[in-house]
């Protein structure tokens, strides 16, 4: 798809929704055991990591890398029953230094990596600091393509795009986040 767009020479949006590192934990046979944790989970975490490469791979391949927005983020932190307890004995902290996982309340479970990519724009190797939801991603995808939003679609997005570009200020005053049970 890349290939093919990219020589098209026009403006292409990629949508790619991995199913990992959901459950159930398809690990193919080449990553099982790469991470070292006898954990499907991190393997599978391993070989995302492997993809999202080849993507970008892709991407220079097709002479777009430097003017390709790419932005890679999960929906949510790690699920507690997937053998945490026992990657956490090895040294291994899903969650890193959050407390809790998927379904809670408690930033283990809400906040996920977001991660962009976008030379020209957003300075490689900055951290933003700010709070950013998944749902700013309308009004700011909105923006970059220069489309304005209906009143009644992305009501409670915000557009990140002054964070992209490097300003320290907050985009939006409140979030709220509710427990699954799952």
Not at 55 to 81: I, M, P, W
């Amino acid at each position: 798809f890349i290939q093919v767009q990219s020589a098209a020479k026009k403006p292409f949006l990629l949508y790619l929704p991995l199913t990992s590192p959901h459950t159930p934990l398809a690990v193919n046979a080449e990553w099982k055991g790469k991470s070292g944790l006898n954990s499907d989970y991190a393997d599978l975490v391993m070989e995302t990591d492997h993809v999202l490469g080849r993507v970008l791979e892709a991407l220079k391949a097709g002479g777009v890398e430097n003017s390709t927005f790419v932005l890679f983020t999960s929906d949510n932190g790690c699920a507690a029953y997937i053998g945490v307890k026992d990657m956490e004995k090895q040294g291994h902290f899903p969650s890193g230094p959050l407390r809790d996982y998927k379904a809670s309340v408690y930033e283990g479970g809400h906040r996920v990596p977001f991660v962009v990519r976008w030379p020209g724009v957003v300075n490689a190797g900055s951290v933003c600091k700010q709070h950013v939801l998944q749902a700013d991603t309308i009004a700011t995808m909105a923006e970059i393509f220069g489309f304005k939003l209906p009143e009644n679609a992305g009501e409670d997005s915000f557009s990140f795009m002054p964070l992209l570009k490097g300003e320290d200020r907050p985009i939006r005053t409140n979030a709220v986040n509710t427990a699954c049970g799952g």
